[in-house]
T-cell receptor
Framework: EDKVVQSPLSLVVHEGDTVTLNCSYE??????LLWYKQEKKAPTFLFML??SGIEKKSGRLSSILDKKELSSILNITATQTGDSAIYLC?????????WGAGTKLIIKP | EAGVTQSPTHLIKTRGQQATLRCSPI?????VYWYQQALGLGLQFLLW???????NRGNFPPRFSGRQFPNYSSELNVNALELEDSALYLC????????????FGNGTRLTVT
């Protein structure tokens, strides 16, 4: 059965810290991996990764895919309170998206 | 570019009634997805429409149904509402069926009393 597992499930850090969120997957036909940030309502798109080893970067956020290890990491440097959210990972496989349960990130001032 | 729009924002119904939720995808997007998110829980996949056809459905009873119109907008119908149907219903669209990001609407908060 296809599955996506995110870790940790929750994380509390202080402003200014760097965090690394993990997403591992077991799917039959990998096409891409997507990261989202969900605050109040709608998840907002962060990154889409299709190739191994190529880092995607946006400001303080970056992500990389490792197809050998069947995983991806999302890094956030110099965290701010506005980074507090649930971070979701999804894998595109066989025309369906398989979602992880998310990592709840809390940034303390 | 307008994002994915959903209506209504909030909907209050009583048990046994029917609810209809609407979604307009981003212009040019042909794939529409529906998700249920109960309070404190993850995204549960409901339905996927592409080019007017239902392509896949999640593990939900048949009283959850929907359709996609020729202009790619979509509606989700929930019949015989139950208390546990209370949740945020999110619609998302993307430009093609795979390898493109999903863009989400702000959702419809359905409360069943």
């Amino acid at each position: 059965e296809d599955k996506v597992v995110q870790s940790p499930l929750s994380l509390v850090v202080h402003e200014g810290d760097t965090v690394t969120l993990n997403c591992s997957y077991e799917v039959t036909n990998f096409r891409s991996l997507l990261w989202y940030k969900q605050e109040k309502k709608a998840p907002t798109f962060l990154f889409m990764l299709t190739s191994s080893g190529i880092e995607k970067k946006s400001g303080r956020l970056s992500s990389i895919l490792d197809k050998k290890e069947l995983s991806s990491i999302l890094n956030i440097t110099a965290t701010q309170t506005g980074d507090s959210a649930i971070y979701l990972c999804a894998v595109d496989s066989n025309y369906q998206l398989i979602w992880g349960a998310g990592t709840k990130l809390i940034i303390k001032p | 570019e307008a994002g994915v729009t959903q209506s209504p924002t909030h909907l209050i119904k009583t048990r046994g009634q029917q609810a209809t939720l609407r979604c307009s995808p981003i212009s040019g997007h042909t794939s529409v997805y529906w998700y249920q998110q109960a309070l404190g829980l993850g995204l549960q996949f409901l339905l996927w429409y592409d080019e007017g056809e239902e392509r896949n459905r999640g593990n939900f009873p048949p009283r959850f149904s929907g359709r996609q119109f020729p202009n790619y907008s979509s509606e989700l119908n929930v019949n015989a509402l139950e208390l546990e149907d209370s949740a945020l219903y999110l619609c998302a669209s993307r430009i093609r069926a795979y390898n493109s990001p999903l863009h989400f609407g702000n959702g419809t908060r359905l409360t069943v009393t």
